[in-house]
């Protein structure tokens, strides 16, 4: 496990956009696995700059996310479809037909869900999963109490996550109590997941998530037995970390380490 802390939420944004371009160059088919929420909003914005800018190509990319309510249209402002295609796809150049979001009103749930976890097989395994976490510690809608080696799946939202989405909804009743969701044994597949949390609403619980024991009452806490996690934090969310110098040292002296690496050419 990796942490970073950034000093506010702007270079966050450009920290985790930094990352998911490199990934990107470096395999131009990657699958990325996306997550929606207002904490990507900044590492979208910036992505789409690099896309304007600097040419960073989507054209061979793939993309799975992680999630959507249910019952939904696509069409709905609040839907996640509805989200990616305003805050993201609309403004790169990906090809409409490598993007997968769950369907908020399929018919038949148990089906798509098979096929979605058949999809991200077969497009190759996801390489790179972005994840924010929800203030009852949730990745994807994987509430407290989801199992750890959970699937693609439909999943009730706790209270405490509709009290949360709320703020986004014109109408109380119109909030939905279901989501389709990646499990967290589907985001754990992942070759690589990048967490981010922003603010100080986060604090707590990305302590619990990081340093904290692993457990289903903290879904993201089972990051911590990811082989590759990479956790980007702004300064107020990672306020109450134990080992915050820990991280910072750690680093510090990494960008040190990469100073005096020497290549095989013997040149550093
Ligand atoms: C929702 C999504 C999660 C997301 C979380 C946090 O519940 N299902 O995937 O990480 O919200 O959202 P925000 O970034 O707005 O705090």
């Not at 992942?190 to 289903?216: F, N, Q, R, Y």
Request: glycine share 8%; proline share 4%.
């Amino acid at each position: 496990m990796r942490v970073i802390i950034e000093k506010d939420y702007d270079l966050m944004s450009k920290r985790a956009a930094k990352i998911i371009s490199a990934q990107i160059r470096e395999k131009p088919d990657s699958v990325l696995g996306l997550v929606s929420g207002s904490t990507p909003i900044g590492t979208y914005k910036e992505l789409i700059r690099m896309h304007i800018e600097e040419g960073l190509d989507f054209s061979r990319v793939t993309t799975f996310n992680l999630d959507e309510y249910y019952p939904i249209p696509s069409t709905h402002p609040q839907s996640y479809h509805y989200y990616m295609q305003k805050e993201f796809f609309k403004h790169i150049n990906i090809n409409p037909d490598h993007i997968h979001i769950p369907n908020g009103l399929v018919k038949d749930i148990e089906a798509f869900c098979r096929w979605y976890e058949e999809a991200i097989k077969k497009a190759g395994g996801i390489d790179l999963q972005l994840l924010g976490i929800g203030r009852d510690g949730h990745i994807g809608f994987n509430e407290p109490g989801s199992s750890l080696g959970s699937r693609t799946r439909i999943k009730t939202i706790d209270a405490a996550t509709i009290k949360d989405n709320a703020r986004f909804f014109k109408k109380k009743e119109g909030i939905p109590k279901f989501a389709i969701t990646m499990g967290v044994g589907t985001i754990m597949d992942a070759k690589c997941c990048l967490l981010l949390a922003s603010g100080s609403d986060k604090s707590k619980v990305l302590t619990k998530a990081i340093e904290g024991p692993i457990t289903a009452q903290v879904t993201a806490s089972i990051l911590q037995m990811h082989k590759d996690l990479l956790v980007i934090a702004d300064e107020k969310a990672s306020r109450d970390l134990k080992n915050k110098e820990y991280y910072q040292h750690i680093e510090k002296l990494t960008r040190e380490l990469k100073t005096l690496i020497i290549d095989e050419k013997g040149s550093r």
